[in-house]
């Protein structure tokens, strides 16, 4: 929590227009006052120059994923091979090495202007499946991460059961597997929220879980009111084994046990058919587009403009790191669709810049966030707009010019709860991000 104090935006973006010269106002973390027409600093405040955006919300991310980037971009392959490679990076993670990785990971994102994420999280207990003394360390690791590098997180604690539509774990997933849904549940119970941590649930995929305990997820995650995320037809081989174990699609397997609803996020949402989307969009559900790992992995093109005309909320995520940049995953799910109907204009910069901001931030379970608004909280970004990316369009262009032009790498100032975590490009608590990211990825190779 902070004092009060006031920053002043030379250009933000006040849904769905960019005003200039705002003042924001800022007491114990919430936004209390935002006054347009301020064509100079008032006395004191702190001035942030280039154009300011509600905090963006990274809605899916697996930290750990992070140490993968470069090595698994050799060669060729599929999502199945590239998830051996995952395997061997996940056997080594200890609670210690994960806390190093992920604040690591997460003083990255803060520095892309990402102020708070949802981490969907399932590497649980040691290696061959034993828990640590406290069982949840490695999520508490994560938790201890976010703080240690000033963001907020959801900690997606994931329901990991099975390798296959009731097949036993694996040797390098065990680790992952409480068991038993209702051993899950019971582990993650014993989860605190905190000011800047939230718990939700996950179902890892209808592969992992087995039908009969998706119902276990769904209601505990109802029981708290809280998110619940799933993985949701990211290949056409879980289609296709989802057919053949249960003669039903995924999503309709999971509207069967009460998963899907407004407060549920299928992530991915790849290979759906008519019928899935309208089942998704009917009811509510929201999906979770992460155009980065999904052309990265060869996953395909989702059908994110369909999805969200039939009801269905976007959001967006970086999910297996292959960059942070929530920045070019907005611009991704616009130029796929391009790409798919070879037409222009599918969303708006706004449209764009809502499912980064506000609509990820409910995704995640902060409603309270993701808006530059009196009584949200306090977490906003800065874009540059001088530098060779964004410079030379007129002001009244900014948010296109952010969403089509700019990157993470234009992020200049990164502000939670009213405190200023970046700050002309650095970030105040982890102070050198690239070598804590380095070490931390040796350490995970050695």
């Not at 902070?2 to 849904?15: F, I, K, N, S, V």
């Not at 997933?173 to 718990?199: M, N, P, V, Y």
């Not at 759906?272 to 992995?297: F, H, K, V, W, Y």
Request: hydrophobic share 45%.
């Amino acid at each position: 929590m902070t004092g009060t104090r006031t920053y002043w935006l030379e250009h933000a973006w006040l849904d769905p227009r960019v005003e200039p010269g705002v003042a924001v106002e800022v007491a114990d973390g919430r936004v209390t006052a935002v006054r347009t027409g301020e064509p100079a600093p008032p006395p004191g405040a702190e001035v942030l120059r280039g154009l300011t955006l509600p905090g963006l919300a990274n809605a899916h991310s697996h930290a750990f994923h992070r140490a993968l980037r470069g090595t698994v971009q050799v060669g060729s392959g599929t999502f199945w091979t590239w998830r051996e490679t995952m395997y061997a990076v996940a056997h080594r993670l200890t609670p210690d090495r994960y806390h190093a990785l992920a604040r690591a990971v997460y003083a990255e994102m803060a520095l892309a202007g990402i102020t708070a994420v949802g981490e969907f999280h399932y590497v649980h207990h040691a290696p061959g499946g034993t828990p640590y003394a406290d069982p949840n360390a490695m999520g508490e690791a994560l938790i201890a991460a976010a703080a240690d590098a000033g963001i907020r997180v959801t900690l997606l604690d994931t329901a990991y059961l099975s390798a296959g539509f009731g097949e036993p774990p694996e040797a390098h997933q065990r680790r992952f597997s409480d068991g038993t849904a209702d051993a899950w549940a019971e582990r993650c119970s014993l989860l605190k929220e905190r000011d800047h941590a939230r718990i939700g649930a996950a179902v890892h995929s209808v592969r992992a879980v087995p039908a009969d305990q998706l119902a276990t997820v769904a209601r505990w995650a109802e029981e708290r009111r809280a998110p619940l995320h799933v993985h949701l037809s990211e290949q056409t081989a879980e289609n296709d084994a989802c057919l053949a174990a249960h003669g039903r699609t995924p999503a309709r397997l999971l509207a069967d046990h009460g998963v899907l609803g407004p407060r549920t996020t299928g992530v991915h949402n790849t290979h759906l058919t008519a019928a899935d989307i309208a089942l998704i969009g009917g009811s509510g559900t929201g999906t979770c587009m992460c155009p980065t790992t999904e052309r990265d992995l060869a996953d395909g093109i989702g059908p994110a403009l369909a999805l969200q005309l039939a009801g269905s909320p976007l959001s967006l995520g970086s999910d297996s790191h292959a960059v942070v940049d929530l920045l070019e995953e907005a611009r991704a799910m616009e130029l796929n669709e391009r790409l798919r109907t070879r037409t222009r204009g599918h969303w708006t910069a706004a449209a764009l810049l809502r499912a980064a901001s506000a609509d990820g931030h409910r995704s995640i379970g902060w409603q309270d966030a993701g808006t530059l608004a009196p009584g949200a909280l306090a977490d906003f970004t800065t874009v540059a707009l001088d530098s060779v990316r964004t410079a030379g369009p007129a002001p009244r262009l900014a948010a296109e010019t952010a969403v089509f032009a700019a990157s993470a790498a234009d992020v200049r100032h990164t502000v939670v709860a009213g405190r200023q975590i970046v700050r002309d490009g650095a970030h105040t608590l982890v102070p050198d991000v690239p070598r804590a990211l380095a070490r931390a990825v040796a350490d995970l190779r050695a």
